[in-house]
């Protein structure tokens, strides 16, 4: 009887031990999986489940196994807000994304209300992390760190030339394009023109003539690579010469595929190229046998969740507000992209943009390539 008694104890450790091995960490990752960004939503969900098929195949995240769920805001705030909303009923508690700025603040705000821990790989407008939330973080960084990396280049290297600044009305776009002409101003450069576009125009012949009769030879633009695109090709087509220079959000392949050959030339701000590091060699190798170029936000993304599982096992608990307490005390992060710590904000402590140049290479592709 008593041999039956340990056999059957046994048996119920046994189970109650598979039980805890199959046990899974859902995570949830959000951005525009569709429409006209649908390129950066791919860059976040391949960084996300690559990091996740990493971590999971090394025995998970404090011994529990990553569950993945999408969610597709669409580039658009209420469609984030419902994305927020689905995770919250689904149990989710830590979220990486979202993609635009304009969709991660008021995503941002209901994860806080909810007990769910969030790191944006790309959002940059400074107000994100201003609010002080307990909950929200960023591998990326912000930008008034990175306009004033364009205007300085604008003042330095573009002098006496006329300049426009152009953005699209979003949170993201007018914030970057405002923060650079704060400092494109102060360096005592006045820009020429001001405009702004809606996101989703097609034809932006108005702005051109506006240009042509300003005179314009730099357009500043802030904005993603869907509108900054065709604001390239039709300025070409109207033999309008403007070297266009941007920000991180024409940081896709799918720029030069929209504005075509014409894009050669133009200049973009982004943190030092993270596919280029020796700490991401191993990651990159693996995409690229996928067939993916871990291009952008992608190793961000991976990186991203390299912060949650560092910072989760040396808190050694999954509850949101302490690997949230962990991450604010000063921790070191190894990461696919280098080494980041995080301020009281949710900040890194490490801004680094620098220049880019988009440019013919061997095979005839347009892409962008890091000023040396």
Not at 129 to 137: D, G, I
Not at 301 to 317: G, I, L, P, R
Not at 324 to 339: L, M, N, P, W, Y
Not at 364 to 372: F, R, S
């Amino acid at each position: 009887m008593k041999h039956k008694l340990l056999a059957g104890v046994a048996l119920a450790a046994s189970l109650a031990f598979a039980g805890a091995a199959q046990a899974q960490l859902k995570m949830g990752v959000a951005g525009p999986i569709t429409g006209p960004n649908a390129a950066f939503g791919k860059q976040l969900t391949d960084g996300a489940e690559q990091a996740a098929a990493d971590f999971n195949a090394a025995g998970g995240i404090l011994g529990q196994k990553i569950e993945i769920s999408k969610g597709d805001d669409v580039s658009d705030p209420k469609q984030g807000v419902s994305v927020a909303n689905k995770f919250v009923g689904d149990g989710i508690k830590i979220v990486i994304g979202h993609f635009n700025s304009g969709v991660t603040m008021p995503a941002s705000e209901v994860y806080a209300e909810n007990g769910i821990l969030m790191i944006t790989p790309s959002a940059t407008n400074p107000k994100i992390t201003e609010r002080k939330l307990w909950n929200v973080f960023r591998t990326c960084g912000r930008d008034d760190q990175q306009g004033a990396v364009a205007a300085d280049y604008i003042a330095k290297n573009l002098k006496g030339k006329k300049v426009a600044v152009v953005h699209d009305k979003t949170t993201y776009g007018q914030g970057l394009a405002d923060e650079t002409r704060k400092a494109m101003n102060k360096a005592g450069v006045k820009e020429v023109l001001y405009e702004g576009v809606n996101t989703g125009e097609k034809d932006f012949s108005a702005l051109i003539t506006k240009m042509k009769n300003a005179g314009v030879e730099i357009i500043y633009w802030g904005g993603l690579h869907t509108e900054g695109g065709l604001i390239v090709r039709q300025m070409r087509d109207q033999g309008v010469k403007a070297v266009m220079m941007s920000g991180d959000g024409i940081t896709s392949d799918e720029f030069a595929n929209i504005g075509g050959p014409g894009v050669e030339g133009t200049l973009m701000t982004f943190p030092p190229d993270p596919r280029n590091r020796p700490e991401a060699a191993k990651v990159v190798a693996a995409y690229k046998a996928k067939g993916i170029n871990p291009e952008a936000y992608t190793l961000y993304t991976y990186a991203a969740m390299e912060v949650v599982k560092q910072a989760a096992e040396a808190a050694k608990t999954l509850d949101p507000k302490k690997i949230a307490a962990q991450i604010h005390s000063g921790q070191k992060f190894k990461t696919v992209i280098g080494e980041l710590s995080y301020d009281k904000k949710g900040d890194i402590t490490r801004p680094d943009y620098t220049m880019y140049t988009w440019k013919k290479g061997a095979d005839g592709k347009v892409t962008y390539v890091e000023n040396k």
